[in-house]
């Protein structure tokens, strides 16, 4: 599948959404234009690495926004009255400005996924999704529909456009432990921008380290054997839950490293413990086993 994944270049033509503003033009480009709809400012410095970080973003999801919005940079350095005047601490600090006043605000780089809903409250309405958005929506229902070999192609797609998009990685790194390719998936984690914050990417590595061990775990029959012989065989069952994993039985697994804990909860340093929590990061926050577990975990530390 083809799919055009170049972002819209910035508007700072023709309708002039994105503009370098300075002090003496502050009242008009900010104070009076915010008085027709919402205007970020976004205080910005050459030397500041954070704010090469966000401007772009901002540029990005304000061009998304189709004029709903407008943006004014300003160079806090060459602006340094303006910038003490707004009381402004630290760069980057985003300011939005609705009917003449500042009405909400920021500091620091934020991920996308944050300062697109910084602007869809400013605008009171959704932004429209891009076009690596789009596909990452496609990727993920095609995954989701057992297709990991096609998904596994989308998710490279969308890293050809964007390379350091996490949940690009994270996709990819689910399609190729779908399809049981284990190394190449241990790869791409390993390839994987280690400063993004992700909760989809530290789930798919978690599922991944959780299928590296399914392929080291022994028979399923053999281990539920050595368990009815022994039921504080706390490695057998560590190991069965592993297998249990591997063969899709999610629950079953989480089932295992609880009566683990119900019974030592000590055993091996806590590895029961931990590889639980490893399990419900691979589920993810949400899902109902990580609910459930989580209340079984409870009830039965502090019982």
Request: charged share 20%; proline share 4%; net charge negative.
């Amino acid at each position: 599948m083809e799919m055009d994944l170049q972002s819209p270049a910035p508007a700072n033509g023709g309708g002039n959404f994105i503009i370098d503003g300075t002090t003496e033009n502050f009242a008009a480009d900010v104070v009076h234009a915010s008085m027709d709809g919402p205007v970020l400012v976004d205080f910005w410095a050459d030397w500041c690495g954070p704010c090469k970080q966000l401007t772009p973003v901002l540029e990005k999801v304000v061009t998304q926004a189709a004029g709903a919005i407008k943006l004014v940079k300003i160079n806090a350095d060459q602006n340094q009255q303006l910038a003490q005047q707004l009381r402004v601490q630290s760069l980057p600090t985003v300011m939005a400005f609705k009917n003449g006043q500042a009405v909400d605000g920021f500091m620091g780089a934020l991920p996308e996924s944050e300062v697109k809903k910084f602007i869809e409250k400013q605008i009171g309405g959704g932004v429209a999704p891009s076009p690596v958005e789009q596909m990452l929506e496609q990727a993920a229902a095609t995954l989701e529909a057992g297709e990991a070999e096609m998904a596994s192609q989308m998710y490279q797609q969308i890293l050809q456009a964007e390379d350091t998009n996490p949940l690009a990685f994270a996709g990819l790194i689910r399609a190729l432990v779908a399809l049981g390719d284990l190394e190449s998936a241990k790869q791409v984690g390993e390839a994987a921008p280690t400063d993004a914050k992700s909760a989809e990417l530290d789930s798919a590595k978690a599922a991944l380290e959780l299928a590296l061990q399914a392929a080291d775990a022994g028979d399923t029959g053999e281990l539920e054997a050595a368990i009815a012989a022994n039921p504080k065989d706390h490695q057998a069952r560590f190991d069965l839950s592993a297998a249990l994993m591997a063969k899709g039985d999610q629950e079953g697994a989480m089932t295992q490293l609880l009566e683990s804990i119900a019974i030592d909860r000590t055993w091996n340093e806590e590895a029961a413990r931990k590889q639980l929590l490893t399990l419900f990061e691979a589920f993810g926050p949400t899902h109902e086993l990580t609910l459930s577990g989580r209340r079984r975990l409870s009830s039965i530390l502090f019982s």
